[in-house]
């Protein structure tokens, strides 16, 4: 270091320092980097031997109601203080957003560390740092984000000054340097050397960043409401440290020292919240976008828990440890031998020493396991081994966070339904749960509570295969496949809608109830119900009848009613199956919906080519339900419906088709009859064949087997299509392939056998094969290759010789 930092006004810098880390002043200073081993293990030291009354660290002034439950001890790291501010006011931005931020806390970050070390010896600690809505309240000139970490340092990465040193060192980045040089021999090293290393640091990376530039006049707008949190406390006590990164130490001296006013515009405390949750060591690892975090939390957890049991060399151990478990995986799919582990420690040992480092570190092992363990190409973008190394030193676990009341009842509630249902809160691993309602009672409930958090769109649960109830797709399907996974996210989100109840239920009933604001469909309104069931939503109904029945009262579209008459009688059958009962709505509803339908049927008679397929296919649904309920619903008037359609000579021809065959299976019709208005249709039009395609469509929906009671119709439709000219044949063929899809196979073939009785074709030319001799195919081949080479000779097309 004594090179790198050869400056020339070194002496007034010296000064500077011996001030601000005075063990006999009043007020001491410990510089830091966010989440450094080496920082918590000297700031342990300065507390033991500067035994401070009131510790100061560099933190959101109002979430001291936190401190507490940060130093319990049941408090597992990591987990992070999340704050949220609902800019209702529009201080911020004229958007009016809800802006969040995390505040991170590692068993090693040095703020952690005083708070803990500060419980332990009965000393106060406070955070001083600007309130989070301030902060944005306050933004200079940049557009606030809607989501960043409280202390997103960058400048370690990004400082001219951090560049060069890593660069002169021989380093690949300065998170490589920083190891080399500050966590690899900090158990050796004195704490007056090492954070003057650390102060020295911190003011050339100052001195290196422009005045000019917008992150150092907000480090300065921090700084000045910092030290003006310094100055309340020095009357009342002798011995003050403050621990803050070291690029704001120089600035906090200065403002110390200067009479500066510091006017902010404030922000209404009510639309601030503050709350201690779990949080994860992938989200900690700045390759993780996390600016001021340091990469490979994992691996510098278990440095430390060696530090803090005093082990000899803490990195050398934890090295050999990582070689040993990726081995053990590399060994599922390829052979990695004892000595490929003892060729991968010597080499990062080996590396240390070329490199001239104390000890192996984690850039000696990630170098040492790429070269003894990768079997195949170095140079490859990805091998498995180091990506499952690199998952390794990331860390796949989370934290717990000690019981307390700035828990929000539905986060706790959630945690608890996650230990129930045995579903882990400890790991962002990926979770596959099977789950069989029908007949595990306990799998129902688990079920309720994973499409609830799917509902809440948490991200914690996905349901990847089984029955899709709401849109009523793989209903035959019994069994559901989730995953699930664990994020920080997940109780960010549950946090954010707190506010809409205090448990999961009431939560989605609120969100639900939002959506009763808008102009919502029956049809949205059938799925809504749907969801309130697969989610056991208690108390809906009661809760909400009068404005579903609104809904259903106020809907004008007939196909929105038919399918949430589809919906609702799914509903009953959902219900009758889960929970052994029908709701007394259901039928209501259902019974309202159907006599507004039916009310609308007149109308569909002008219907355009458009929407005669889907409205033909909900009035055939509509039939079926006055068969299959009619308690339920009034068949005489949907019979009335449709006869006033019958009536009507210029109606849509396919809705015709279908209340024709309706009249005719009720029995409005006799056969003799009926097969004779269908004739008399097909032969009045067979000037405009696509009217009676159109009009057998409709037909066949519901009637496709009178073609097998009147030879007579099967010769008007063959009359129909043989008089269509070419074009107009192509017109209507969609329509024709379309009405013969409802056939089963042995329809279909009687049919053929009925084509070729009319035509006097012998049915083998319809239904077999053509055989063509060898002779002929040999031919065939021949034409085939000298058309292919002529093709070729003329440069219409490159051909390609296939044996």
Partial sequence: MEGILRQPDLAEIEHLFATSFNMDGQVVYFPVRHHSPACALHLQRTIDSFRPELILIEGPSDSAQLLPYIADEESVPPFCIYYSYDDKEGKVSEEKEKYRAYYPFLSYSPELVAIREGARRNIPTRFI?????????????????????????????????????????GCRSFAEFWESRFELDAGKMKTHDFVRNVFHL????????????????????????????????????????????????AGLMDELQSDRKQSLKSGNPEHVAAYLMPYTFKEADSKSGYAAGMPFPAFYQEVWEKMEK????????????????????????????????????????????????????????????????????????????????????????????????????????????CSLHRLKTSTIERQEVTLDIIKNPAHYRKSRFLHQMEFLETGFATLQSGPDYVNQKNKNLVREQWICRYGTGVETRLIDLSVYGATLSQVCNSLIEKNFKDSMTAEELGKLLISVQVMGIEGFYSRYEDTVRLVVESEGNFISLCKLINSLLYLTNMQQLMDGTIQPVIAGLARTAFNGAVVLIPSLKSTTEEEEQEICEQMRNLYSFTMDTKDWFDTAAFLSAVEKILNDSFSNSRLFGLCLAIHYKEGQTGQAVFCRQIAAYLESSITHPEQAASFIC????????????????????????????????????????????????????????????????????????????????????????LAAEALKTWRIIEWTSTK
């Fill in 202 to 249: 911190g003011y050339f990376m100052r001195l290196a960043t422009p005045g000019n530039e917008t992150s150092l006049k907000e480090d300065r707008q921090r700084e000045t409401y910092m030290a003006a949190e310094i100055r309340k406390a020095i009357p009342n006590h002798q011995k003050i440290l403050v621990v803050a990164g070291a690029f704001h130490i």
């Fill in 129 to 169: 740092d600007l309130p989070y809505a301030l902060r944005l309240i306050n933004k200079i000139e940049e557009e606030p984000q809607t989501q960043f970490y409280y202390n997103e340092n960058k400048e370690y990465e990004v400082n001219t000054y951090t560049a060069m040193i890593a660069r002169k060192a």
């Fill in 698 to 785: 409709g037909l066949f929906l519901i009637a496709r087997d009178v073609l097998f009671t009147d030879p007579h119709i099967l010769e008007a439709i063959d009359r129909v299509i043989a008089n269509a000219d070419q074009e107009t044949f192509l017109t209507i063929l969609p329509n024709l392939r379309y009405a013969f899809t409802g056939f089963l196979p042995a329809e279909v073939n009687r049919l053929g056998q009925q084509v070729a009785e009319y035509h006097q074709i012998a049915e083998t030319r319809l239904t077999g094969s053509i055989t063509v001799s060898q002779q002929e195919i040999t031919e065939a081949m021949r034409l085939d290759k």
């Fill in 310 to 417: 005093q082990k000899k060399d803490p990195f050398a151990s934890t090295v050999l440890e990582y070689i040993i478990k990726t081995a053990r995986y590399a060994r599922k799919t390829q052979i990695i031998s004892l000595p490929d582990e003892i060729n991968a420690l010597n080499m990062a040992r080996s590396l240390a020493i070329l490199r001239g480092k104390q000890s192996a570190g984690v850039y000696e092992l990630l170098d040492g396991v790429r070269s003894c363990f990768v079997k195949g190409d170095l140079n490859a973008t990805s091998t498995f081994e180091v990506d499952f190394l690199y998952r390794l030193l990331s860390g796949m676990g989370a934290g717990k966070i000690a019981a307390n009341d700035c828990i929000p009842p539905v986060v706790r509630e959630f945690r608890s339904l």
